[in-house]
């Protein structure tokens, strides 16, 4: 795969809900770029499957084949049923291995226009861009994570309580961070980002003097 040289790479691993979308895009609006929510893509994945009876292997492919990134702004994907399918569906390394093509490309030959790519999900630090300039593992205690979740709920007027959010939560943890093939977990050299207590813009300028520290100096 062709590769650009001399480029700002972020990779970034996360349990659901603890951040990391927020601060990847702040990451690419800072350093201008190119922004790739990995999960949205077995959301993707999940949303195909839910709607086509016929989903198979071949079908997720030719999708994949001429997705766009604006395509990942589908409100649809923001359900519990679309959540819960794509961590059991990402648990299928025949499926893992066609989305893969599709990250390795935004990661590392993002368009001319971008000075690089930040990418977040489950394993992007352990597999996917394990040569990354910046590696960050982020979290949040689960009932802060489900009290965040709950809210971009209810905001979307969706009919659901903070119990079952919770245990939605705890379920998807439990399937991401057991399954066979490229479980989420925190890599070594990765810097561990805890947003428990932490402000959206408090975070965001622990992780610039990170990064301003190695490219500036």
């Known amino acids: 795969m062709k590769k650009r040289s001399n480029i700002i790479t972020v990779a970034i691993d996360s349990p659901a809900a603890a951040g990391a979308g927020t601060q ?40 994949m084949a001429k997705l766009k990134l604006s395509s990942l702004d589908n409100k649809g994907l923001i359900s519990d049923e679309v959540a819960n399918t794509a961590s059991v569906i990402a648990q299928d390394i025949r499926i893992r291995k066609i989305i893969k093509n599709f990250q390795l490309s935004c990661a590392y030959n993002p368009p001319t226009k971008y000075s690089g790519s930040v990418l977040d999900g489950r394993d992007i630090t352990s597999v996917l861009m394990k040569d990354a300039m910046f590696k960050f593992y982020i979290t949040a205690n689960v009932k802060e994570r489900a009290k965040r979740r709950f809210i971009e709920y209810k905001k979307l007027k969706k009919n659901i309580t903070f119990k079952e959010v919770l245990k939605s939560l705890k379920n998807r943890d439990k399937l ?12 070594k050299d990765s810097i561990l980002i805890n947003t428990t207590k932490l402000s959206k813009k408090s975070c965001f300028y622990k992780i610039k003097a990170i990064m301003d520290n190695k490219i500036y100096n």
């Open 176 to 187: 991401d961070k057991n399954r066979k093939y490229s479980p989420l977990k925190k890599t």
């Open 24 to 63: 990847a895009k702040l990451i690419s609006k800072e350093y201008n770029l190119l922004y790739l929510d990995t999960g949205k893509l077995y959301r993707m994945a999940a949303l195909l499957k839910i709607k086509n009876k016929n989903f198979n292997y071949l079908y997720l492919k030719k999708n």
